[in-house]
């Protein structure tokens, strides 16, 4: 991974924002992973990340991620490998996984979202949440709705958030059009998966499958985010529908959300959060 930053320009912030995400999840882990423990073997290596990142070493015990550290390999990745090469990415990201300790903050799906199936269109990546546990994995689902996700997503997953009932008072998901590529992947094996029903009924996407992950675990919430945060005239089409979707209402299930989130946050002893999600330094030469 340090190997890739260099070989590549702009990706420095993303293996800062990367040890920020493993060092905040190492926080809330029971047992805890602190960055002295991850590095223990290795001193040096504590010692020269230190002077080169020593954001994430400062503030990984009172900032929360925006999101789970897999999505940053994935951003390094797409950004070494170019959109268009979604086939290189794709085993890229599944040459890495076969490097590193199975599950332990590994996404195992990637989705790849277009405007449509042109090939010749942009292409927006998500991967599934690569936390350990259940309670990190709620806390980074809240921590991306109210920090990075886009609005639309963000309110679709809150609909549902934290349990698997929709919320009577809000609802926020909504329906991409039909021409819009929605395809999901496994980083484990080398095939592509149908959508769950949780995110059939985010996103209006068509599926047979039953499986119900939570919401926002999985990588089509990354994916669409990505998608309409570039694609306006998609969001456009795609605006949720539900009469109760109110900016008043929305706001109270946000803060419904941040309440859920600081008292998981309590619960795994990450008792210091100032409020704010990391944003990672990106003036590195």
Same mark, same amino acid.
């Given at each position: 991974?340090?190997?890739?930053?260099?070989m590549?320009?702009?990706?420095? %912030?993303?293996?800062?924002e990367? !040890?920020?995400?493993i060092?905040? $999840?190492?926080?809330?882990n029971?047992?805890?992973?602190?960055?002295?423990?991850?590095?223990a073997?290795d001193?040096?290596?504590l #010692?020269?990340?230190?002077?080169?990142?020593?954001?994430?070493?400062e $503030?990984?015990?009172t900032?929360?991620?925006?999101?789970?550290p897999?999505s /940053?390999?994935?951003d390094?990745?797409?950004?070494?490998?170019g959109?268009?090469n979604?086939?290189?990415?794709?085993?890229?990201l599944?040459?890495?996984?076969?490097?590193?300790e199975?599950?332990? $903050?590994?996404?195992?799906t990637?989705?790849?979202?277009?405007?449509?199936?042109?090939?010749?269109?942009?292409r927006?990546?998500?991967?599934?949440?690569?936390?350990?546990?259940r309670?990190?994995?709620?806390?980074?689902?809240?921590?991306?709705c109210c920090?990075?996700?886009?609005?639309?997503v963000?309110?679709?997953?809150?609909?549902?958030?934290?349990?698997k009932?929709?919320?009577?008072?809000?609802?926020?998901?909504?329906k991409l059009p039909k021409?819009?590529? /929605?395809?999901?992947?496994?980083?484990?094996k080398? #095939?592509?998966?149908?959508?769950?029903?949780?995110?059939?009924?985010?996103?209006? !996407?068509?599926?047979?499958?039953? %499986?119900q992950?939570?919401?926002?675990? /999985?990588?089509?919430? #990354?994916?669409?985010?990505?998608?309409l945060?570039k694609e306006?005239?998609?969001?456009?089409?795609?605006?949720?529908?539900s009469?109760?979707c109110? #900016?008043?209402?929305r706001?109270?299930?946000?803060?419904?959300v941040?309440k859920h989130?600081r008292?998981? $946050?309590?619960?795994?002893q990450?008792?210091?959060w100032?409020?704010n999600?990391?944003t990672?330094?990106?003036n590195?030469?």
């Amino acid at each position: 991974m340090l190997d890739w930053c260099n070989m590549t320009a702009g990706s420095k %912030k993303f293996v800062d924002e990367i !040890l920020h995400s493993i060092f905040s $999840l190492g926080k809330i882990n029971n047992p805890q992973f602190l960055p002295e423990m991850i590095f223990a073997d290795d001193k040096q290596i504590l #010692e020269n990340l230190k002077k080169t990142y020593p954001k994430p070493f400062e $503030l990984y015990s009172t900032q929360l991620p925006r999101r789970s550290p897999f999505s /940053c390999v994935m951003d390094m990745i797409v950004l070494q490998k170019g959109q268009k090469n979604e086939n290189q990415i794709l085993q890229s990201l599944r040459d890495f996984i076969k490097e590193l300790e199975p599950k332990f $903050l590994v996404s195992s799906t990637i989705c790849i979202s277009q405007k449509s199936n042109n090939p010749n269109l942009e292409r927006y990546y998500g991967v599934s949440m690569s936390t350990f546990g259940r309670n990190p994995g709620k806390i980074v689902i809240a921590a991306s709705c109210c920090s990075i996700w886009e609005d639309y997503v963000a309110g679709a997953v809150m609909t549902y958030y934290p349990k698997k009932e929709k919320n009577p008072d809000f609802d926020g998901t909504i329906k991409l059009p039909k021409d819009v590529r /929605c395809q999901a992947f496994s980083l484990c094996k080398e #095939e592509s998966m149908s959508p769950c029903k949780s995110c059939a009924n985010l996103f209006g !996407l068509q599926t047979t499958d039953n %499986k119900q992950w939570p919401y926002g675990n /999985c990588a089509e919430a #990354e994916s669409v985010s990505n998608l309409l945060k570039k694609e306006n005239d998609v969001k456009e089409k795609a605006q949720p529908t539900s009469p109760t979707c109110t #900016e008043t209402n929305r706001q109270k299930a946000k803060a419904s959300v941040e309440k859920h989130l600081r008292d998981a $946050l309590c619960m795994m002893q990450f008792k210091k959060w100032d409020g704010n999600y990391y944003t990672p330094q990106t003036n590195y030469s």
